[in-house]
């Protein structure tokens, strides 16, 4: 075989090998932003306690349902080539999560389950929420703000002057330090609230929200 034969062969290889990776990174790749307002749309067509409203994502959300997560659904090799899509909304009438698996492909939905104590991460506008309702809290605001000036000697005059943090808390992470109110998280939508001064010192105190019920439950010393 001459040298010009070498080289086609060579060029051809790389050429398949290179169809072959394409084909696997579209088999694999995340959800486009069409593709989840689509499985959005199909997920609220058969969750009856979801907003309807699904012109646009950001506006799906109501009082008692939260969007959680759309993200690509792992499926095995023989299915490699079916695009399914994972929706998570939180039902906060009912206290459960509402998982449906969409056939992006089919346009039809798989299948929907209703499961209490599954708490995936909190959203952005969760994370507003608690921190609206520990700063309605009177009682709390107050404590906020002494330990704020013990830390920095300043007056705390907005919520803006710190950094908040929060993730989904569960009872069973500290059983023994818990009242009654906190003890119902996990199956109701619960945050632990971290507070930060803008230059990273941490409160000593952290909040314990229900979000299920709207109220501060108890402070977690540290």
Do not use: W
Not at 24 to 29: G, L, V
Not at 171 to 188: I, K, R, V, Y
């Amino acid at each position: 075989m001459n040298t010009m034969n070498l080289f086609n062969v060579a060029c051809t290889s790389l050429l398949i090998s290179l169809s072959g990776t394409a084909l696997q990174a579209n088999e694999t790749d995340p959800l486009s932003p069409s593709e989840q307002e689509k499985a959005l749309s199909l997920s609220i067509s058969v969750t009856s306690r979801a907003a309807t409203n699904t012109q646009r994502r950001s506006t799906t959300n109501s009082d008692n349902n939260e969007l959680l997560l759309i993200e690509r659904r792992r499926i095995g090799k023989e299915q490699s080539s079916q695009r399914l899509a994972d929706v998570y909304h939180y039902d906060y009438t009912e206290n459960e999560t509402i998982h449906t698996v969409i056939n992006l492909d089919t346009q039809q939905v798989i299948s929907t389950q209703h499961q209490q104590y599954l708490q995936l991460p909190l959203t952005e506008n969760e994370l507003q929420r608690a921190s609206d309702i520990i700063f309605a809290d009177l009682e709390e605001a107050a404590l906020i703000k002494s330990e704020y000036q013990r830390i920095t000697g300043q007056y705390l005059s907005s919520p803006q002057q710190l950094n908040i943090k929060a993730f989904a808390f569960s009872s069973d992470t500290l059983p023994e330090q818990l009242n009654p109110a906190s003890q119902q998280c996990g199956l109701h939508r619960c945050a632990q609230v971290l507070l930060y001064t803008h230059d990273s010192i941490v409160f000593e105190i952290s909040p314990i929200v229900n979000l299920s019920a709207g109220i501060v439950t108890q402070n977690i010393g540290y």
